[in-house]
């Protein structure tokens, strides 16, 4: 609990009801959705604008108190786990567009906003704003530049960051900066916009984002490839992408994935593939019908046992549904799920999935993989009990080695949901002894109290690598 | 001139040959690519290797020795004259294309090889690499990821900074550091990869880079739009990008720099003109002719005076020279060129041309403007002479008021060019006093003895702001 002498000076600039510290406001604002994970903040504010944060952050970096910054706490590595206590500051009340400029092709809004709500009225507008976090239906679109979130369009259209031209953000003093602007083209200094999507609220508290968009595909067209050999499936993704097709969206999903999927939404998958790939490609009627045309000759070719294109949008949202329900599904199965987002080069896919079951059965646990095959950006899911400690720690076990296959294949630990709690101890070793001390350094830069988010992206200790027996 | 004992350290890691402190070396290294910047280096140095870089870095850091790390020098702010002395490292020596990789898309390149020569080689190879600064010619890729330089298809592609996903780089105490990879996602920890991109060598020497590469466009359509009133030019820019059609290429003229252009290279363009636009589209047959289609209709619906679509790649050439001589063209007419690059939003570019010729006027000084418009990044450019300080001064005057303006109307002191020596009085107008300090805080956290490029983006005193009197 904070002094009376803090708290009266948080109530004094939010308004009353604004700060709580009962135990109900404590208790929801400890997790989020990352499993295992939990810790009571001190109180939870709910600020309504950029001035109100600038005070408040002045307070507490008086009174030297950690602060939480949160949309709806969806992300899966731990990112807003008030693990050092302090204050969580919930953005929901600043939730509004701004304004979508027609002629600039931007958007400018608050960080509380939920992103499926932003997109529907970019769309209402005929703009198209792409990233698409399959959180977007409860995630914020602070909490996506806070942690840069990726999406199934990514292999096309980028992630986040991509589309993040301009920011307004608090710092740990309570400063002011806005970075960018509706500006396509601005070197002014250093890239502090970047620098601070996917920072994961360790740098300045976000207040305002400027978005471009884009103009919307005219036509799309969606389809599934089933394989019963993955390297099929693996050999597909190179040969799209190397007859220097881009398709939109470029989706894996593994044997047990597909099984739990179709026990989940009852679609009709076969299941005894090993492997299935959604794709879809946007873009001019003519260049789609001649893209799909071209996809499915690559898929025939190598060897796919069964191919379905959507006719109709139903019949494309049926099929997307398949991919989209794979996390949700996967989730019934067990109490606990835990889900990794490992990365290589797309060129390392089927390698990866085979690593990854090798490395599933040496540790005898059960883990399903689907994700964005495109950009080599896997999920591997396991699906556990959380009070089976000694399965946990297996599962743990199998995930460390998991980031360790993916850094030899020349990928990374986390492709789109953030380092947080979870990935902390697995930093150096995709970054380095180095990499670690500068961003040290820009942390001590940014927050030299260490007040926003301590406990995240740098861990007490790095873990050690193991050295991996496989093959 | 350094002391023997460190130019001694020196020579035994490049090899006798590739240190030099002669006459014809230091003078040869003590300007660049901007007019009325000079100043002599102790020594040149020429590195093979990152290894070499990371042993020099360690001699030059231990002996408190400044070093500016350059390609070809042609940046326009003064990047790299060492204007604080120590060592010009020369990267010329490492200008090797390391890898294509056709399965991934990407290529991995040394910072010492020129940016066409790269552009031609993966031509070849069937791949596209969009940024194409004006300087591509001449300049080397490090140069281009250095100053985040653009081009004239940024409208549609982005800049140098949307294609670099991977980065090795020797830190000033030597340290090798490696940021992302042959990844479209990483979110690992802070993006290094977009910090050092722009960063003007004054965080990191930057010894490869993974570029992204994209599949080319199937066809391309070129066309010249003029106009007699530039609002109908500038209502052109607005309504082609309102209609939801992004060009590669939207270009714009003034009538100064018409005629200028039009008796260097001799295209027959029309001298009574205000404005020109020049347009390109490029994508799938299809899509271009119907987007030139549109796009002539705007143009005669904004009254343009002539229209001229290239019916051959020769043609096309033609067109292009146009714009791309501009530089040249206005280089030739006084003994001294200040080009510049305030940018604003692509809806305020008439308003921005017509603020231009105002001040001009008000100074009493010779301003052209040329420059990408579809991105509102502009090059007003003045053609003075600088033995005659009087008049330097009133062009220097006039570019304060430039940059006042272009912050006035939401835009930025620089969009491709950087802040160097030149635009460093003018940064805190842009990121304001609380910007400058973070960026000095990562400055500090890279760099604690200031020993990369010293004197660059960072002044030692900020300009201050004029009240603009004008309308």
Redesign the interface.
């Known amino acids: 609990m904070l002094k009376a002498e803090i708290t009266a000076k948080l109530r004094a600039i939010v308004g009353e009801k604004h700060y709580r510290d009962d135990q109900e406001a404590l208790v929801a604002h400890s997790y989020d959705g990352t499993p295992m994970l939990q810790s009571l903040p001190d109180g939870v504010i709910y600020p309504s604008s950029t001035e109100e944060i600038s005070q408040i952050m002045k307070v507490l970096s008086e009174y030297r108190v950690p602060v939480v910054s949160r949309g709806s706490g969806s992300n899966l590595c731990g990112g807003t786990v008030p693990s050092e206590g302090g204050v969580v500051m919930v953005m929901h009340r600043m939730n509004r567009i701004l304004e979508v400029?027609?002629?600039?092709?931007?958007a400018t809004v608050q960080p509380g906003l939920i992103t499926a709500e932003m997109i529907a009225h970019i769309e209402e507008l005929?703009?198209f704003y792409p990233p698409d976090p399959s959180s977007m239906k409860i995630s914020t679109i602070g909490g996506n530049i806070a942690?840069?979130s990726?999406g199934l369009r990514?292999?096309k259209y980028?992630?986040t960051?991509?589309y993040v031209i301009g920011l307004e953000a608090v710092?740990a003093n309570g400063?002011?900066?806005?970075?960018g602007?509706?500006?396509?083209?601005?070197?002014?200094?250093?890239?502090?916009t970047?620098?601070l999507?996917?920072?994961e609220g360790t740098?300045a508290i976000i207040t305002e984002a400027t978005l471009k968009l884009?103009?919307?595909p005219k036509a799309k067209k969606t389809m599934l490839a089933m394989y019963k050999d993955i390297y099929g499936a693996a050999r597909t993704v190179?040969k799209i992408?190397?007859s220097?097709?881009?398709p939109a969206t470029l989706e894996f999903m593994d044997n047990p994935t597909i099984r739990v999927v179709d026990d989940f939404a009852k679609l009709g998958l076969p299941l005894d593939m090993e492997a299935v790939l959604l794709i879809e490609q946007d873009?001019?009627p003519?260049?789609v019908e001649?893209d799909i045309a071209r996809i499915r000759e690559i898929c025939e070719l190598e060897k796919a046992d069964r191919l379905e294109v959507a006719e109709s949008r139903e019949e494309a949202d049926r099929l997307l549904t398949a991919r989209r329900s794979a996390f949700t599904a996967l989730a019934r199965l067990r109490p606990t799920t835990m889900l990794e987002d490992a990365?290589?080069?797309?060129?390392k896919i089927a390698d990866m999935v085979l690593r990854i079951n090798e490395i599933a059965k040496k540790y005898n646990v059960t883990i399903a993989t689907f994700g964005?095959a495109g950009?080599?950006?896997l999920h591997p899911t396991a699906t556990t009990d959380a009070r089976d400690k000694e399965e946990v720690h297996r599962v743990e076990e199998a995930f460390a080695e998991i980031f360790e296959a993916s850094i030899e294949l020349?990928?990374?630990?986390?492709?789109?949901?953030?380092?947080g709690i979870v990935?902390a101890p697995y930093?150096e070793w995709?970054?380095?002894a180095?990499?670690?001390?500068?961003?040290?350094?820009?942390?001590?830069?940014?927050d030299p109290h260490n007040l926003l988010n301590p406990g995240k992206?740098f861990a007490k200790e790095s873990r050690k690598r193991v050295v991996l027996q496989h093959g």
């Open positions: 400029d027609m002629e600039n092709l931007t005929g703009l942690e840069c990726g990514g292999l980028g992630t960051k991509d710092l400063s002011i900066i806005r970075t602007g509706k500006l396509m083209k601005d070197v002014a200094g250093y890239d502090l970047k620098l999507v996917g920072s740098l884009i103009p919307p190179s992408i190397e220097k097709i881009i873009g001019d003519e260049t001649r990365t290589v080069p797309r060129s964005h950009d080599g950006n020349g990928g990374t630990i986390t492709g789109e949901h953030g380092v990935k930093l995709k970054v380095g180095p990499g670690i001390e500068v961003m040290r350094g820009i942390k001590a830069a940014f992206v």
